[in-house]
């Protein structure tokens, strides 16, 4: 049985969108929310309850769904309406392919220290915040935060634009994760470790440790999903 959003998610973005309600605007509200895991995979987006919730046009959030489809976030089925998308393995292993390419290439490329790791810094608070209280969901937001942080670092708008698509494909594999403490937790560790290096300004260390981390949480997800997907086979079999 497929599962509608709950607009209510969406009501308190709709000040984000001022008096000039855009299209692109649009996209980036239901990008972001769906990068913070309210909107999970399979979910179905109703026009008009999406539509109220943030007050604007249907012809509006009509070019906001095809821009996100076009992302790979959303898929429109025929006589059924826009669901946010199921992702396969393979589309788990081509993210972290792009995520070592962008995220190792930046710090390889860091310019002459210091750095401005105030972001990074506080994606870190934020992630211990989030363990303390126990609220893993934000936790693996904050974990999301870290790396789009990281990425920051090399002062360039369309990597960093590709950096926010790349993960909020991301945040639907998370959704996976049986047991999101066991998998967020640790990384939370290791960013602080990379954050390390980066004050030290070793970027060589960073870089290992980032390719390291990023190496290893492929193959735990990728594990997850494909027997999450297994699973659901199955029961679909039943």
Known sequence: ???????????????????SS????????????????????????SEDAVGRALGISRNTLREAFRLLTHEGLLVHELNRGVFVRMLTVQDVTDIYQVRRLIEC?????????????????GAVAEGEKAAEE?????????????????????????????MRRVLAELRLVFHAMDNPRSFHEPYLARN??????????????????????????EKQLVQQYSESMAGDEGGSRR
């Open 1 to 19: 049985m497929t599962a509608e959003v709950d607009p209510s998610v969406l009501v308190g973005d709709r000040a984000l969108l001022g008096r």
């Open 22 to 45: 855009t299209a692109d605007r649009v996209t980036d509200i239901l990008r972001a929310r769906i990068a913070e895991g309210y909107l999970p995979p399979g979910s179905k987006l």
């Open 105 to 121: 290439a930046a710090v390889r490329s860091l310019g002459v220290p210091p750095y401005d790791l105030s972001q990074a810094e």
């Open 134 to 162: 126990g609220s893993w969901l934000a936790l693996g937001t904050a974990n999301i935060h870290f790396h789009h942080a990281v990425v920051a670092l090399a002062h360039s708008k369309r990597l960093d634009e590709l």
């Open 192 to 217: 602080r470790e990379i954050l390390s290096a980066l004050k030290a300004a070793d970027r060589v260390k960073a870089e290992l440790l980032l390719a390291s981390y990023l190496d290893d949480a």
